[in-house]
């Protein structure tokens, strides 16, 4: 069956892309760039937003050359010119996938205060997918396991998880005592969590100056240079409210640098 990529000009600029199409990068450049984003299952929305104009230029941009490639056609890029000011809506056409091999996740919870998640294969994509989702919460990381705090929004995070078949192309089997993650509302979203994360690491980027996480040695640099600017030990001498002010400045630069370092982990290791 032949890849679908297809672009119509209506209300929205609406986008159809097969997802057997490399196109990792650029849902996290969607996520990553856009606040005014709106994730519903397999279909983004980029709403136009004025102040984000270059951004927005850069996304159909990126929308014509790939259709060029494929189509090796022109004709659309004039269209889009013409309309840059529309919404955006892209839609991911899944496709039935044919697995040749079964990832099996063990959940099982070990205490009151703590659950593991173990993998029966060292798959990195669907390691760092799942690790993502629970970062808040996770303990400890191993190479093949993963311990999490049990509370109510991990419980959710694993029951929304475990309704899933596939995960990054995988299959997915997953064993748990479905009785021990019970929880007390059902209200949480995997794609909204991601969102958040995400939001927190372009805002990390934001604050060091750079664009993408793999300008990680200007982040070091920037981090170097904020933190001795702002470190509380050189600041002791001065008024109590501006020493507050400079302690909350460093402690923001240190968890926003302690984010992008273990994104940048997650996408390297």
Known sequence: MDKVFEININENID?????????????EFIRLSFNK?????????????????????LLLQTLIN??????KDDTISKRIALNYRKDVKITIKKYNLSYSNILKIDI??????????????????????????????ILEIYKDKIIVSFNETSKEIVYQMSKKNSIMGY???????ESEFKFSHRNYSIE???????AKVRNALDLFGVDSIYE?????????RLAKKYHP??????????????NKKFMKIKESYELLEEYYKSKNG
């Not at 099982?108 to 760092?128: A, G, H, P, Q, T």
């Not at 299959?171 to 005592?177: A, L, Q």
């Not at 909204?192 to 995400?198: D, F, M, N, V």
Request: aromatic share 16%; hydrophobic share 35%; glycine share 2%.
């Open 66 to 71: 790939m259709y060029r490639k494929i189509h």
């Open 216 to 224: 990680f040695d200007v982040i070091k640099k920037e981090y170097k």
């Open 37 to 57: 984003l709106e994730i519903k299952d397999n279909e983004y929305i980029v709403y136009f937003d004025k102040d984000n104009i270059k951004k927005h230029k």
């Open 108 to 137: 099982k919870k070990l205490s009151s205060k703590e659950f593991s998640i173990e993998f029966s294969k060292d798959i990195k994509s669907v390691y760092n997918y799942i690790k993502g989702i629970f970062l808040f919460h």
């Open 233 to 246: 030990d050189l600041h002791s001498n001065k008024p109590e409210l501006i020493k507050k002010i400079y």
């Open 171 to 177: 299959k997915i089997e997953f064993h748990m005592d």
């Open 15 to 27: 986008v159809v892309i097969d997802s057997r199409f490399k196109i990792k990068g650029f849902i």
């Open 192 to 198: 909204g969590s991601i969102k958040e994360y995400l």
